[in-house]
C-alpha cells in the first residue's frame, strides 16, 4: 500500500468527537511504509485524544490486512510546564459555597459570552442544580437584562449579607443591580471593580451552590487574573466567533488559563452560522471550522456551535433566555454545551 493510499485510509478516521477527519485538520506528520511496516507520525496536543487516535489507526481493518507492524507516534511534545505565576498556583478560596465554579471568558468582546453563560446557568438550574450566576462584567453589565431582573435593585438581608436577584432558578449577582438605571456608567479604576467583585463573592447571601458561573469582561486582564487568584476556579469555558480576529484573541485567553494553571472545560464556537428562515440555506457568515480546530490545535474539547439567530437575540435583549423557550432546536445547543460541562466535571 502507498502513502497515498495510506492517506486515503486516514481520510475515514475522525478526531474524537469531532466531525472530521485527522488529513482534514492537518494533523499528520508524517507516513512511511516499507513492505510490512508502517510508521505514522501525528501532531496532536492532546494527548487523550493521540491514544483514541493511536488506537483506531492501529485497529482499521484495512491498514492490518497489509502491515503487520503499525507504529503511531505523536510529534508535539507534552506541554511544558506552567509559567507558574505564584499566588495563582495556590489561589485563595473566596467562596467556599460553591462546589463548581465555571468562569465564561472569552478573548474579544461582543462574541456571546454573557448569553452563554446566562443559558448555561439556566440550563443547570433546569437539571436540579443550584446555581450562581456572577456578572464579573462591571463596566459592562448585561447578565440582569438577559435574566430579566432589570429592573431590580439591591436588597440587604438582617445579617447585612447583599441578597441576590432570582430569576429561572439562578441567584443573580451584578454591579448592573446596585445602579440606579441601566446607563448609569461605572467610571471605576480596576483596583475597585476587583474590590466589588471580592464583595460579591464574599458578603452575597449565595447560601450552598453546586455551580457558580462567573460571566467575565473580555479579554485577559485584571479582572481575569484576580479571578484565577481568589477563586478555586473548577474551570474556564472559552467562547469565540469563526472570525480570526476572534480566534486570534481567544488563543490568548486560552493561554493565559493555562499559564496561570486553570482547566479549560472547553471551547463554544457562537456565530456559526446562519440558516435564513425561508429557504433554510446556511450561510458561514464568519468562516467556518474554526473553532473545532482551534480546539484540536489547543488539546481542548469542542463544546458545540451555536448559530446566529434572530430568535437567540430578540429573546436575550427581552430577558428570557432561549432555554426557557419551547424552541427545542435552540434549547438543543445550549443543553448539549451543559451536558458536556456537567459531564466533564
Ligand atoms: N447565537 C447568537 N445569535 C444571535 N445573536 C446573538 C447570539 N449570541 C449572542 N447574541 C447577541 O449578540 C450580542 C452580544 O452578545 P453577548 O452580550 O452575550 O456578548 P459578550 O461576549 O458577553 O459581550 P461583551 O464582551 O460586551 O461582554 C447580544 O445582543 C446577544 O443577544
Ligand atoms: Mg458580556
Redesign the pocket.
Known amino acids: 500500500m502507498s502513502e497515498n493510499q495510506v492517506t486515503e485510509v486516514l481520510k475515514h478516521i475522525k478526531y474524537p468527537n469531532l466531525e472530521k477527519s485527522i488529513i482534514d485538520l492537518s494533523l499528520v506528520d508524517e507516513i512511511v511504509s516499507h513492505e510490512n511496516s508502517l510508521n505514522i507520525s501525528l501532531k496532536i496536543v492532546n494527548t487523550q485524544a493521540f491514544e483514541t487516535l493511536c488506537d483506531t489507526i492501529k485497529n482499521n481493518t484495512k491498514l492490518k490486512e497489509i502491515f503487520s507492524n503499525i507504529n503511531v507516534t505523536n510529534k508535539v511534545q507534552p506541554p511544558k510546564k506552567s509559567l507558574n505565576y505564584g499566588s495563582t498556583q495556590n489561589p485563595n478560596n473566596r467562596a467556599p459555597y460553591a462546589k463548581n465554579i465555571i468562569a465564561v471568558s ?1 478573548g ?11 443559558n448555561i446557568a439556566v440550563s443547570l438550574a433546569q437539571d436540579g442544580y443550584k446555581v450562581g450566576i456572577l456578572d464579573a ?1 462591571v463596566y ?1 453589565p ?1 447578565i440582569p437584562r ?1 435574566l430579566g431582573v432589570d429592573g431590580e435593585s439591591l436588597k440587604w438581608s438582617e445579617n447585612d449579607k447583599i441578597i441576590p436577584s432570582i430569576n429561572f432558578g439562578v441567584k443573580i449577582m451584578s454591579v448592573g443591580l446596585t445602579t440606579p438605571r441601566s446607563d448609569t456608567p461605572l467610571v471605576w479604576r480596576s483596583s475597585v471593580a476587583v474590590s466589588a467583585l471580592i464583595q460579591f463573592l464574599e458578603d452575597v447571601d449565595w447560601g450552598s451552590l453546586d455551580y457558580l458561573v462567573i ?4 479579554g485577559t486582564g485584571d479582572v481575569q487574573l484576580t479571578m484565577a487568584q481568589e477563586l478555586r476556579l473548577t474551570c474556564a469555558i472559552l ?1 469565540t466567533t469563526p472570525q480570526m480576529a476572534s480566534i486570534d484573541d481567544v488563543s490568548r485567553a486560552i493561554m493565559m488559563f493555562k499559564d496561570v494553571g486553570v482547566p479549560i472545560c472547553g471551547l463554544v464556537e ?3 452560522y446562519f440558516i435564513t428562515p425561508d429557504t433554510k440555506q446556511r450561510y458561514d457568515i464568519f468562516g467556518s471550522g474554526t473553532g473545532a480546530k482551534l480546539s484540536v490545535d489547543y488539546g481542548i474539547n469542542f463544546l458545540g456551535e ?12 427581552s430577558g428570557k433566555p432561549p432555554v426557557v423557550l419551547k424552541d427545542e432546536v435552540i434549547r438543543g ?1 445550549y443543553k448539549q454545551i451543559t451536558n458536556k460541562i456537567i459531564k466533564n466535571n
Not at 474579544?108 to 446566562?118: E, F, I, L, R
Not at 460571566?215 to 473580555?218: A, G, I
Open positions: 472569552s474579544k468582546g461582543g462574541v456571546g459570552k454573557s448569553t452563554v453563560a446566562a462584567d459592562g448585561n438577559m460571566d467575565m469582561p473580555p467562547v457562537n456565530m456559526s451555536i448559530p446566529l439567530s434572530m430568535d437567540i437575540r430578540q429573546n436575550c435583549d445547543y
